[in-house]
């Protein structure tokens, strides 16, 4: 008889225990998804507009830096201490380009010497048959010419030219690499920098240096008069048609993100409030015991208070947590980069997911301490 | 009975059963807006990404870039060989993606003289009515490719045979404002023009220090009555791919199959291909700045946006479903005292999936209507334009709510089953 009776209260108090359990764990898996969702979001609206402008600099160069005056050419030394004035994490590619007019059998051809590396940062829409000149007797060809003069990989071209002390010089070259770019380029003979500088015998001198910069177009605009200023010998243009373009379509994305953010985070919010709402109002009963046995409404009021305030610190800490994996996955998978998040953020979810915990539970709490516990306890 | 029971069950926890029904409508809400804008974003971005202008450059076939690139050594004359017929435009309109092609204008160049200095004259379509021999008549020119020339004065037309748009530096150079007058000697003719500064625009590019005018007035001064030397086209097109790629390589390369798949598309190289199907004297270039970069962001954006539209459907997903476990958990009593009264495990299960299902059916109703206004909502502060709601989400929603309210009442129901009614009569 004892036994038996002993066996029915560990398994009321242990089914009791199971209950609790399972709405402890509905509230806390509510506020986490509510916290996860609030802490993944913001951070992506923080970090996503940044790392879209980075995928904006497909479009290539916004700065290019030209001589100013009657010169030809800049001093690439000034070049660089100019590029220096750009914190280096901004700074996407440095191109310098010069020119050269050439012959190869008899017709007239642009020779062009850049920095293939830096092209490939600068102007990344380059579509290359082949591959990038690499040794000094290796040049590029654009698509038209090798249309025109009917050459193709692999094929030699001979060029002749002058240099700027007037020697005439006639080489052969190997071509590796077709390039199609549907604007001028198709035109013209790429070669590496420093072969055309040899052939030039001039030194760290270009004609035109191409910039790719992430950065607004008030800081590009704020960069080109600082250069204006400090160096008088090269004249910077913003490139209007890419800044203008780029400004107009980012403003529209990071628009359409924070919208979405909001529709999502408000939508969100009020589907953990509801959740929290549910959990306690079925606790009316409770609450009517309680007043019955003699507790004032503020202490019941505390009470809750303390747990939602409990749930909501718990739900908040798991929340962003799994919302940092998640903004992690979404910039790993779009752009392919970590995602940059700022500390003060997991502060700032925890204490909101309390704001929306105490919220919602105290209001059924303030409803259900002032009816009569008598009412309350009968079941209606 | 069971009618009768269900109903009660619903009408007496109002509250409680308003509760559900409200999250389950945000639940839907949410994801039919994210849907919404998702299988929408792909189209508005590519609207967007006009901005950038012409992705497509038709010119003459013969077109010989050496003269193209030394145009300064004939006695400062632009005088390319080869020339398009301007009546040839209207077929840019009737090719198989004739609705993708989103603007194209018409450029003729001439140097003329301004006060004895040579000046680059281009003649084109600025905002041309065209009436397309398929019926169709649009508005194409210049002016809506430019989207980034900031243009001072009134706006021009085509039918101003007396205006000019004058770039910024030249306007500087030669002292001029908006109203002002000028006269253009042709080279070749030595015709006298006198034209008025209809506007004055910055360009921040080589179109700076040009004019540009009607395109008979150029043609006139060119003395190439019906020609134009090249065409700027826009397109919408589909982010490039392998088959793509190979395919604008050489599209002999393609099998059958593929041939069709790749003619059938949107990508640049099968509308580049289809203009020059139906011009044939003509080379049609992709523009690889535009055309690439366009591909890149499209692609990221869009995935951006399914992945968030994957994590608001998990988390709706989780929400409905808590607050459905919450809501069978809490009447555990009501339960029990069916089971005592003699209600077989099926039975109550049964009474419990009807009413989550009505509660659901109603708050999915609601919550797709919600859904759509959040659509236009960002449709309209976005991007400017509605979101075409697709039918297709219906059934999504549908079905993602019926099988999470179902996935919801799973642990209820196992734990209903195993339910002593004794024990939750007892109390705790």
Known sequence: ?380 | MFGKMLLRVLTRQKKKSLLIVLTVALGVSLATSMLNVMFDVGDKVNQELKAYGANLNIVPKGASFVSDMYQIDDNNQATPSQFIQEDELVKIKMIFWAYNIVDFAPYLSVTANIDDKPVKIVGTWFDKHLIIPTGDEIDTGMLAMKSWWQIDGSKMVDDNLHGAMMGETLAKKLNLKIGDEFTIVAPKTQQIITLTVNNIFHSGGIEDSEIYVSLPIAQKLADKVGLVERIEVSALTTPENELARRAAQDPNSLSRNEWDVWYCTAYISSIAYQLEEVMPSVRVKAIMQVAESEGAILQKTQLLMILLTILSLVCSALAISNLVTANVIERSAEIGLLKALGASNSAVAMLIICEILIIGFIGGVIGYFIGVGFAQIIGYTVFGSTIEPKILIIPLVGLMVLFITLLGSVPALRMMIFLKPIDVLHGR
Not at chain 1, 91 to 106: E, H, K, M, Q, W
Not at chain 1, 107 to 135: A, H, N
């Open chain 1, 1 to 380: 008889m004892l036994n038996k009776n002993r066996l029915f209260i560990t398994k009321t108090l242990l089914s009791s225990l199971i209950r609790r359990r399972s709405r402890i764990l509905v509230a806390l898996l509510g506020t986490a998804i509510g916290a996860t969702v609030l802490f993944g979001m913001v951070t992506l609206c923080y970090d996503i507009p940044r790392q879209m402008g980075k995928a904006f600099r497909s479009y290539g160069a916004n700065i290019i830096f030209m001589p100013a005056g009657s010169h030809a050419t800049i001093d690439l030394n000034l070049v660089n201490a100019a590029t220096d004035l750009i914190p280096s994490t901004q700074r996407i590619g440095v191109t310098p380009f010069r020119y050269l007019a050439v012959r190869s059998n008899v017709v007239p051809y642009t020779l062009v010497g850049t920095d293939f590396q830096q092209i490939t940062k600068t102007s990344p829409y380059w579509l290359i048959e082949g591959q990038f000149p690499s040794q000094d007797n290796e040049i590029m060809i654009g698509i038209d010419v090798a249309n025109y003069a009917h050459l193709s990989i692999g094929d030699i071209m001979p060029i002749a030219g002058k240099s700027r002390q007037n020697d005439n010089f006639d080489q052969i070259f190997k071509i590796v690499g077709i390039v199609k770019t549907g604007k001028t380029e198709d035109s013209f003979i790429f070669v590496n920098f420093t072969k055309l500088e040899s052939l030039l015998q001039e030194q760290n001198q270009a004609e035109v240096i191409e910039l790719s910069i992430s950065a607004p177009k008030e800081e590009l605009q704020n960069y080109i008069a600082k250069v204006k200023l400090n160096f008088p010998s090269i004249e910077p243009h913003l490139i209007k048609w890419v800044t203008q373009s780029e400004t107009q379509v980012l403003g529209k994305l990071s628009s359409l993100l924070y919208l979405v953010t909001s529709v999502v985070l408000i939508l969100t919010m009020i589907c953990v409030a509801t959740t929290m709402m549910t959990v306690v109002i079925e606790r009316r009963k409770e609450i009517g015991l309680k007043k019955a046995l003699g507790a004032e409404n503020r202490r019941i009021a505390k009470e809750f208070l303390a747990e939602s305030l409990f749930l909501g610190f718990i739900g908040g800490l798991i929340g962003s947590l799994f919302g940092l994996l998640f903004a992690q996955v979404i910039s790993r998978e779009v752009f392919g980069s970590s995602i940059v998040f700022e500390f003060y953020l997991i502060p700032f979810t925890i204490l909101i997911s309390m704001l929306v915990t105490v919220v919602a539970c105290l209001m059924p709490v303030k409803q259900a301490v002032e009816v009569e516990p008598a009412l309350v306890l009968r079941g209606e």
